[in-house]
């Protein structure tokens, strides 16, 4: 008896024979020129821009093909590479399932090694705009104040060698001062990022990096490169084998880039461009003058409430955001804290209705098909507690209002990086660029709440000092670490949420 043959692999001779559940591109391929660039492919920009992307080809064509680089870890070239640059994104919804191949990205170049292939296509007249999503941590900016971060390693090593950059400021700062040199052709560069003002963030560690260079660079950026502020939404988590293995066991073909997300999805970008930039608000984004009150928005509210529930879900022994939404007092204390403490620091919204936005938002954490671990959100936390949990808080004292619930997710951060410290038994692994800061703390302090909180609260790069000094503040949070480093962390959440 033969074996059976092992499935297809998708790619582009596959398209035409895909079955007819999965949708695919709805243009010519073989026609689509390299327009843009994208820096970062992971799973939310295979969900989201090239979605819109993708969109945009089959209703407007336009040449807009995406040329997608990773300047870190994954390589790209034997998964997208190997496929043409097609994958299959599934839209889930606890037992809805929507299959769709997307053809956007045209090219993929991995360029971990050494930075000359993101640079060769970054300095290309071919490109018009840069689109990003490289993490919080990848703008290398010190989160409590935005600017470049001018102590880190990759930085200091970009200085010295601004021809073989390691760090994304670096790149770009070389990549357009290569741009001035040859063909003088304007960038927009659009951070994908979930940082607030992350056109401005950009915008700061591109240009101080570029004045450190002189030559006229930074003048010539001013004039030539636009940074647009974006605010992005759809929940994507990192793909699983699971995923992969689902894709060949309903649609028959293997998929190595598989992606899966949610049916939400917003784009909301500034609109100040230099030259021309896909239409994308003709397929659902939308064109604002400022995008501030979108992303405090979304931020604060879907953001803040996945950072609560990853934190507390884990100290609670959950594994993923459903699981966390599903009981009961993390969703009562989550639900309250929104209301209570955060609407109230929003700016109006066109066309939002906050209290449905809360609604709406607990609503996408509590589908079970998104399988989001409260790990993977908790990753990099404190490039995150900023903008999620920091920011209402200081509106919030500015104005003498109570911080109590607030608080208690900025605790639940501290504990669950001292907790995966040796001297709290490293009872899970963590990854995030303050781990190892905290563990020191943690292994020098031992169990002393009020000892833990007031070393984490002098990290200023992270806490503002103001912040760090108000009194109510650190006796919240101090209060709540202790409760959390207890044997019995939710009574902390309880007790918060009876006050
Ligand atoms: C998540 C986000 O991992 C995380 O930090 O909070 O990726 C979140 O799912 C997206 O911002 C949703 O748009």
């Given amino acids: 008896m033969s074996?059976?043959?092992?499935?297809?692999?998708?790619?582009?001779?596959?398209?035409d024979r895909l079955p007819a559940t999965v949708q695919k591109p709805a243009y010519d391929r073989a026609t689509l020129a390299p327009g843009m660039a994208h820096l970062g492919v992971g799973a939310f920009h295979r969900c989201h821009q090239a979605e819109y992307t993708d969109d945009l080809l089959a209703s407007h064509f336009d040449r807009w093909g995406v040329i997608g680089i990773n300047i870190r870890p994954p390589c790209l070239t034997e998964t997208l590479g190997r496929q043409g640059g097609l994958y299959t994104?599934?839209?889930?919804?606890n037992s809805h399932i929507e299959a769709r191949v997307i053809g956007s990205i045209i090219e993929v170049v991995d360029s971990q090694a050494n930075a000359a292939p993101a640079l060769e296509v970054l300095s290309s007249p071919d490109i018009d705009l840069v689109t990003m999503t490289v993490t919080e941590k990848g703008y290398c900016h010190i989160p409590s104040s935005g600017e470049l971060d001018l102590g880190h390693p990759d930085i200091v090593h970009d200085l010295a060698n601004p021809r073989t950059p390691r760090s994304v400021p670096g790149i770009l700062a070389r990549a357009l001062e290569l741009r001035r040199v040859t063909h003088g052709r304007p960038l927009t560069l659009l951070s994908c990022d979930n940082i607030?003002?992350?056109?401005?963030?950009?915008?700061?560690?591109?240009?101080?990096?570029?004045?450190?260079?002189?030559?006229?660079?930074?003048?010539?950026?001013?004039?030539?490169?636009?940074?647009?502020?974006?605010?992005?939404?759809?929940?994507?988590?990192?793909?699983?084998?699971?995923d992969l293995d689902s894709v060949e066991q309903r649609f028959g073909y293997r998929d190595a880039a598989v992606v899966v997300g949610e049916p939400f999805r917003q784009w909301v970008i500034e609109q100040k461009f230099a030259g021309r930039v896909p239409r994308w608000d003709l397929v659902g984004a939308s064109f604002v003058d400022d995008v501030t009150p979108f992303e405090h928005l979304k931020m604060r509210v879907l953001n803040g409430a996945q950072t609560t529930l990853a934190t507390l879900g884990v100290l609670a022994g959950l594994e993923h955001t459903f699981d966390a939404i599903a009981d009961p007092l993390l969703l009562a204390f989550v639900r309250r804290m929104l209301v209570e403490e955060t609407l109230p620091t929003l700016m109006p919204v066109p066309g939002m209705e906050p209290l449905a936005y809360v609604a709406r938002s607990l609503g996408r954490l509590g589908n079970t098909a998104i399988r989001h671990r409260n790990h993977q959100i908790a990753t990099d936390g404190s490039q995150k507690i900023v903008q999620r949990l920091l920011n209402p808080i200081r509106d919030r004292l500015r104005h003498d209002q109570s911080i109590a619930l607030l608080a208690v997710p900025v605790a639940g951060w501290m504990a669950y990086l001292i907790q995966a410290s040796e001297r709290f038994g490293k009872r899970w692994p963590v990854s995030d660029p303050y781990a190892g800061k905290v563990a020191a703390v943690a292994d020098a302090t031992g169990r002393d709440a009020q000892a833990l909180a007031a070393s984490i609260l002098a990290i200023d790069t992270i806490f503002a000092p103001g912040l760090a000094a108000n009194d109510v503040f650190r006796r919240a949070v101090t209060s709540a670490l202790d409760g959390l480093l207890s044997d019995d962390p939710m009574a902390t959440v309880r007790r918060n949420l009876k006050q």
């Fill in 3 to 15: 074996a059976a043959a092992s499935p297809e692999t998708l790619g582009p001779a596959l398209l």
């Fill in 89 to 93: 994104r599934l839209i889930r919804e």
């Fill in 196 to 242: 607030p003002t992350n056109g401005i963030i950009l915008a700061n560690v591109v240009q101080a990096f570029a004045e450190r260079r002189g030559n006229g660079l930074a003048d010539w950026i001013s004039a030539n490169a636009a940074f647009p502020s974006a605010m992005v939404d759809r929940i994507a988590p990192a793909a699983t084998q699971a």
